[in-house]
């Protein structure tokens, strides 16, 4: 089962069940894939943060909040709508919302047609943010992960990320596709 973790391989297999069925782990193969996926997600997400947090002064979430925003006709979205976007839960969004309001990049109001909602609007600061910071950060996402890559992989991973995103999100026409521009850079 693991040579990292070889306990798992003789107490979790014959003590584990479902259904009375043993845990189809993973295969060393698999595992360092699936290890080297994890890895790999942090590591660029990690570069890509660091970036932007030494040019623009946010964060990758920040900048996460503030791409969707920009995008929208109105430059604002009810806090669920925004929070399904971009795949956080409500609590985790309206706390971030609430440090990028004070540094002036948001404005949360209460919603007009519903008094228990709430509206994040994208201020002029944010707008003058996202515009300044997007053409570097595009730069930095080509680097760490377009350069290099053939067209041929390029194909490959988006029809694999396309189908994983397809089975996790099924309804979500925000990652649907054809609407790439909404999922940002």
């Not at 693991?2 to 060393?28: C, H, K, N, R, Y």
């Not at 002029?124 to 595009?138: F, Y």
């Amino acid at each position: 089962m693991s040579e990292i973790f070889p306990i798992l391989s003789t107490t979790m297999t014959s003590d584990v069940s479902s259904d009375s069925e043993a845990t189809p782990w993973l295969d060393p193969a698999q595992q360092i894939v699936w290890r080297r996926w994890v890895a790999l997600t942090t590591e660029i997400n990690a570069a890509l943060n660091r970036s932007l947090q030494e040019r623009g002064q946010v964060s990758i979430s920040d900048y996460e909040v503030l791409v969707v925003l920009s995008e929208t006709e109105d430059r604002c979205l009810r806090v669920s709508e925004l929070a399904r976007c971009i795949g956080w839960e409500r609590s985790r969004l309206s706390h971030h919302v609430g440090r990028m309001e004070k540094r002036g990049l948001v404005r949360r109001v209460a919603a007009v047609e519903d008094a228990r909602g709430a509206v994040v609007h994208l201020t002029e600061q944010g707008l003058d943010t996202i515009v300044g910071i997007a053409p570097l950060h595009v730069r930095d996402v080509r680097r760490v992960f377009f350069d290099g890559m053939t067209d041929e992989e390029f194909a490959a991973l988006d029809s694999f990320t396309g189908r994983l995103m397809d089975r996790l999100r099924p309804d979500d026409e925000v990652l649907a596709p054809g609407a790439a521009t909404r999922r940002g850079a």
